[in-house]
């Protein structure tokens, strides 16, 4: 099976950096992921006990932020990564991190993970 359920653009206020004042003000990342997806056993009953809780996932995300400081992007998408494959039992996952604004001139910063229960 090859279908995949895409996240883009979620966004989380979190507390990230290296810098004094990033320890201290809430700054916003977005996620955007890709997931591996059975949809043909989703639809076949209608059934969200049947399919990728995406609502679920978001959330995940959401509170996984709020548990702790870190200081470099690479340090929270691996964990979150990890975090992920395990709680919702995938195989792989893509994962980007955005910080925009984090540097004066520049729109985005952006980490792109891919791994998978392999890599652990």
Same mark, same amino acid.
């Given at each position: ?11 989380? /206020? ?13 700054? %916003? @990342?977005?996620? !955007?992921?890709? =997931? +591996? ?30 548990? /702790? ?13 990890? %975090? @992920?494959?395990? !709680?919702?039992? =995938? +195989? ?29």
């Amino acid at each position: 099976m090859d279908d995949r359920l895409s996240l883009r653009g979620l966004a989380v /206020e979190t507390l990230i950096g290296v810098y004094d004042w990033e320890k201290t003000v809430p700054q %916003r @990342l977005t996620f !955007d992921l890709t =997931l +591996p997806t059975d949809a043909a056993r989703g639809a076949e009953d209608d059934a969200l006990s049947d399919a990728l809780d995406y609502g679920a996932l978001a959330e995940q995300i959401r509170a996984f932020c709020g548990e /702790e400081h870190f200081q470099l992007i690479e340090t929270l998408a691996e964990r979150l990564c990890a %975090r @992920l494959l395990a !709680d919702f039992d =995938l +195989p792989w996952l893509e994962l980007t991190v955005h910080k925009p604004g984090a540097i004066a001139a520049c729109d985005d910063i952006a980490l792109t993970l891919r791994r998978s229960r392999d890599d652990a």
